[in-house]
T-cell receptor, first 110, second 113 residues
């Protein structure tokens, strides 16, 4: 079955440092989404990538979709304490349901 | 404009019991998906309802069933509860044709003792 893996599982950074999480799928994806879940909260949709090699930016966040549409990354520049949470990628093949990745829990040390 | 709402917030049950969780979608949304999120894991898709029918289903046993009402709200039922069913149950709503714009509710934390 389809699997979506994320690395690293945990990441501790000093405030101001950059952060990157990587997402890899065992199958080619039609699109990939990224979510942020704060501690005790629910996943909040951040963005969707559809095209091969697509790059999208949201302020300090940069999202990339691999050329083969099997991997993706989220990069945060100059982290802030408000960036704390778990970041999930979620991939979809065709019209099928979303497969969430294992998540990367980000801790930002002030 | 209310977002996705779920009830109850927390629930404690014992093994073998049955539970019903409820979800009201975001205004204007007609599709409801249910996810199970175990502690420290990503959400896992249970099933999706559209036009009062189950449209897609993940890898969950028949003990998990659902329903969607004419007003688009939905219920998730779990029979014969197991300890492993303890998790955060998330409901997400979207509009058919725009599946990527999916909004999650706050979830129901189910503990099975």
């Amino acid at each position: 079955g389809q699997q979506v893996m994320q690395i690293p599982q945990y990441q501790h950074v000093q405030e101001g440092e950059d952060f990157t999480t990587y997402c890899n799928s065992s199958t080619t994806l039609s699109n990939i989404q990224w979510y942020k879940q704060r501690p005790g909260g629910h996943p909040v949709f951040l963005i969707q990538l559809v095209k091969s090699g697509e790059v999208k930016k949201q302020k300090r966040l940069t999202f990339q979709f691999g050329e083969a549409k099997k991997n993706s990354s989220l990069h945060i520049t100059a982290t802030q304490t408000t960036d704390v949470g778990t970041y999930f990628c979620a991939g979809r093949t065709g019209a099928n349901n979303l497969f969430f990745g294992t998540g990367t829990r980000l801790t930002v040390i002030p | 404009d209310a977002g996705v709402t779920q009830s109850p917030t927390h629930l404690i049950k014992t093994r073998g019991q049955q539970v019903t969780l409820r979800c009201s979608p975001k205004s204007g949304h007609d599709t409801v998906s249910w996810y199970q999120q175990a502690l420290g894991q990503g959400p896992q898709f249970i099933f999706q309802y559209y036009e009062e029918e189950e449209r897609q289903r993940g890898n969950f046993p028949d003990r998990f069933s659902g329903h969607q009402f004419p007003n688009y709200s939905s219920e998730l039922n779990v029979n014969a509860l197991l300890l492993g069913d303890s998790a955060l149950y998330l409901c997400a709503s979207s509009l058919d044709g725009l599946p990527w714009e999916q909004f999650f509710g706050p979830g129901t934390r189910l503990t099975v003792l």
